[in-house]
């Protein structure tokens, strides 16, 4: 792998604001390294820089060794400058309401500890020497949802997202010994396969009288491994509209 171009490890890259980040990455000449249940997009598998991806199971530690081992493999030996922790999941129990605190299987909320928590832990401890080479940087992917109570995020995708935005200020403290900087980017509403209908009651909450694309998000991903961020660690940059604010 040549060491002219960076490289980046982006995990849940098959779409919505994963699928976004890579194709910024990529559209700045990165290489990327990706991750997801499903295989790699049609369309993709022709860029020559979408140098990896690997199926995974994010919420299976077994398979998540695996993805470390392979994308450890693919850069042999080589410095990699960024982690983004971006896939996540916010089930609902089998009548369609929020996973909450009286509801639902407490199983359901072990795997989304698994994939929204743990998950991120497993592989920046598992990247942290390729990363420590790259002097680079890890962005987890928090929520909104993870600072106030949300009308249709469950109480386990919440909490989840509050315990990244904790584990995202203890890990910047703990790899800024390996000239590593952690952040992380608090997402509102934003348009993707996800959202349903519903969600159109919330603008009128959001000062910018809209929904974000997936691509605001991505480029803030961007900014927090590049360069440009290179004295910001620590932080947790609001991707809401403003809708943060109420």
């Excluded at 987890?140 to 009308?151: L, Q």
């Excluded at 803030?220 to 620590?234: A, H, M, P, R, W």
């Amino acid at each position: 792998m040549s060491e002219e171009r960076k490289t980046v490890v982006i995990t849940g890259a098959s779409r919505g604001i994963g699928h976004a980040t890579a194709r910024v990455f990529l559209e700045r000449g990165w290489r990327i390294i990706t991750c997801s249940r499903e295989g790699t997009p049609p369309e993709c598998r022709r860029d020559p820089n979408w140098t990896t991806h690997i199926p995974t199971d994010l919420a299976d530690p077994g398979s998540i060794s695996n993805f470390v081992d392979q994308a450890n493999a693919a850069l042999d030996g080589g410095s990699l400058h960024g982690l983004v922790n971006n896939a996540g999941m916010s089930p609902k129990t089998p009548y369609k309401e929020r996973l909450g605190c009286l509801n639902g299987d407490l199983d359901a909320w072990h795997e989304v500890f698994e994939l929204n928590f743990f998950a991120s832990l497993r592989l920046s401890r598992g990247f942290a020497s390729a990363l420590h080479k790259g002097k680079g940087a890890i962005v987890n992917v928090t929520s909104i949802a993870g600072h106030s109570i949300h009308p249709f995020a469950g109480s386990a995708y919440s909490i989840s997202k509050a315990a990244l935005s904790a584990l995202t200020r203890e890990m910047a403290n703990e790899f800024a010994a390996l000239g590593v900087r952690v952040n992380a980017v608090a997402p509102g509403e934003i348009e993707t396969e996800m959202v349903q209908p519903e969600y159109e009651v919330l603008i009128p909450r959001i000062p910018l009288e809209r929904m974000g694309s997936a691509t605001d998000v991505a480029t803030t991903v961007y900014f927090l491994c590049s360069e440009d961020s290179g004295y910001i660690t620590g932080t947790e940059v609001w991707v809401t509209g403003g809708q943060h604010m109420f």
